[in-house]
């Protein structure tokens, strides 16, 4: 039987959406776990009969999709969150050793593929999807705690098979540590908060199957807006953050992560406005502030979310 333990995943640049490259050369997936699957629909026999017995179901269209669990470690998902962000990385930008990256209008689709390292060749040990693209990106940057995050696939087509494919390569893992929160900073409006306890951060895509008659598969899925929301919570200690959304006043978030031995991501979100803020009371602790917030496209720069790296 298959144990996680032994579970692996990589993925594959696709040249032709929907279809696996020869001699691919596939870059492995640090995970915490995965929901990717193929899922189908059900036509079910409406015929009416004296006994009252469904006389018949057939498969109907399909398509791939889930989530995989991931703990954000440097250089580790570079290729996920620019295919995430449909833009490109530019080296050296907007500085000399950091690398920039925004929201753009480029689609990657990708072949992922799942190994079951326990099972043997008889037991089809290696699934692969095709046609994946990544649908949105969560991040959960809680106090004292490793950064953790969600990416949601949605692809096209899975096979099973008995051993790699033929002239296929693997890279090796990165070995970078995962990063923390306790090691990052945070500004809003361009100011330090040490106060923060939680920071979610969710990019959508809106990516939607497409089928068609002739084919149970679909085709390349429709995309929607570049959408990306969230929200901080922080101990309250004033009402600065809570007047800025009773005046609908605009407003920045940025935040650094750092590895400890000098690489680090800064997440910069450069127009912002709230929408709620409440200083919940649910007992004699202290009062914690949640304000969720909608990133828009900031003239300056172009884009509702930028990323940029720093290696050491």
């Known amino acids: 039987m298959a144990d996680g333990s032994r579970h692996s995943m990589s ?76 833009g490109t990385w530019q080296e050296d930008s907007p500085v000399a050793d950091t690398d920039e990256l925004k929201v753009g209008t480029v689609r990657r689709s990708f072949t992922i593929e799942r190994k079951f390292a326990d099972l043997d060749a008889t037991a089809n040990p290696y699934h692969r999807f095709r046609g994946c693209e990544f649908n949105s990106l969560q991040l959960q940057i809680n106090a004292d705690s490793m950064v953790t995050g969600t990416v949601s696939v949605v692809g096209r087509g899975m096979s099973t098979a008995s051993d790699v494919i033929a002239d296929s390569t693997y890279k090796v893992a990165s070995t970078t540590s995962p990063l923390d929160s306790f090691t990052g900073s945070l500004k809003e409006a361009g100011n330090p908060i040490a106060v923060i306890t939680e920071i979610q951060l969710t990019l959508e895509n809106g990516l939607e199957a497409r089928n068609v008659v002739g084919s149970k598969e679909s085709i390349a899925p429709s995309i929607g807006q570049s959408n990306v929301s969230g929200q901080i919570s922080a101990y309250f200690e004033d009402s600065t953050l809570i007047n800025k959304f009773i005046d609908e006043i605009e407003s920045s978030i940025e935040f650094t992560l750092p590895d400890g031995t000098g690489n680090e991501y800064t997440f910069v979100l450069p127009r912002i406005k709230y929408t709620g803020g409440q200083p919940d009371v649910s007992g004699a602790s202290s009062i914690v502030l949640t304000m969720p917030f909608q990133a828009l496209l900031d003239s300056v720069t172009g884009s509702n979310l930028i990323i940029r790296r720093k290696s050491a």
Do not use: M, W
Not at 16 to 45: D, V, W
């Open 11 to 86: 993925l594959v640049l696709e040249t032709t959406p929907g279809q696996t490259p020869e001699k691919p050369e596939f870059e492995p997936i640090r995970h915490t776990g995965t929901t990717l699957a193929l899922t189908k629909n059900t036509l079910q026999s409406e015929e009416i009969r004296a006994d009252r017995q469904i006389t018949d179901l057939r498969h109907g269209s399909y398509q791939v999709g889930g989530d995989i669990s991931i703990e954000l470690s440097h250089g580790s998902f570079d290729t996920i969150l620019e295919a995430t962000l449909c």
